[in-house]
């Protein structure tokens, strides 16, 4: 919990010349900090500043060392956990945000996430979606490489990505030929083989670069419908 400290202090800490001006603007234009009673001393506005300015010094301070973290997790575990919650969640977000810089054991997170009751199950299908979310957006970028990995990286995903094949229909669209096959493999591995993505997938058979061909043909065999209209797009390709 953030406590009052000498606003001398606080400055003489910053060692800037402006520093003072600094913490005014802070208190008076961003609300960040407050003062106390007799204005000398100065403490964090917001609880959520503090713990996550927090988390990320254990972070910074505990590193890859797993004694730290054990006595840290065991003093955590002997408090009110309901008072220590938002703390707790602070120091797990800053854990998997810095952790793999910082070397922090895998374990720490985990057993934040616990200690917070977090339904890590449901918070691991919650990434996921959003993982998702900037991958889709990331197929309509300027830069050709990363809408080529975009669409990579949603094939890895693979049956959990299906929401995603709308955008990746529009993929099949693109000015380059390998986002265009990258994404048929991927929608291939989706197993959504609703009408726009056949329509999508056959109309890819009559591309100009035989590699985009390929990975629709690949993907229509992989969805396994047999109608008349992808059974006819296959055969001409023979």
């Known amino acids: 919990?953030?406590?009052?400290?000498?606003?001398?202090?606080?400055?003489?800490?910053?060692?800037?010349?402006?520093?003072?001006?600094?913490?005014?603007?802070?208190e008076g234009k961003l609300l960040l900090i407050k003062s106390g009673?007799?204005?000398?001393?100065?403490?964090?506005?917001?609880?959520?500043?503090?713990?996550?300015?927090?988390?990320?010094?254990?972070?910074?301070?505990?590193?890859?060392n797993e004694t730290s973290w054990r006595e840290f997790l065991a003093q955590a575990e002997s408090k009110?956990?309901?008072?220590?919650?938002?703390?707790?969640?602070?120091?797990?977000?800053?854990?998997?945000?810095?952790?793999?810089?910082?070397?922090?054991?895998?374990?720490?997170?985990?057993?934040?996430?616990?200690?917070a009751g977090v339904d890590l199950e449901a918070l691991?299908?919650?990434?996921?979606?959003?993982?998702?979310?900037r991958l889709?957006?990331?197929?309509?970028?300027?830069?050709v490489e990363d809408r080529r990995r975009a669409a990579e990286e949603l094939g890895k995903i693979g049956v959990a990505a299906k929401f995603a094949a709308p955008t990746l229909l529009r993929a099949l669209k693109d000015e380059d030929y390998e986002v265009r096959a990258i994404a048929a493999s991927t929608l291939g591995k989706?197993?959504?083989?609703?009408?726009?993505?056949?329509?999508?997938?056959?109309?890819?058979?009559?591309?100009?670069?035989?590699?985009?061909?390929?990975?629709a043909a690949e993907a229509l065999g992989k969805l396994g419908n047999a109608s008349e209209p992808v059974l006819q797009g296959l055969l001409a390709l023979l």
């Open 1 to 26: 919990k953030p406590s009052y400290v000498e606003r001398d202090a606080v400055v003489k800490a910053l060692g800037e010349i402006k520093a003072d001006a600094r913490l005014q603007y802070f």
């Open 37 to 64: 009673y007799n204005k000398d001393t100065i403490s964090f506005a917001l609880d959520p500043l503090a713990e996550y300015l927090a988390g990320l010094y254990l972070v910074d301070s505990y590193r890859e």
């Open 80 to 115: 009110p956990q309901e008072e220590i919650k938002g703390f707790l969640l602070a120091v797990r977000d800053c854990c998997l945000s810095k952790g793999s810089q910082a070397k922090v054991p895998g374990f720490v997170a985990e057993e934040l996430g616990k200690l």
């Open 124 to 133: 691991k299908q919650e990434q996921l979606k959003r993982r998702i979310r």
């Open 136 to 143: 889709t957006d990331d197929l309509f970028v300027p830069e």
């Open 190 to 215: 989706l197993g959504n083989a609703s009408e726009p993505v056949l329509q999508g997938l056959l109309a890819l058979l009559q591309d100009q670069d035989s590699y985009v061909r390929l990975c």
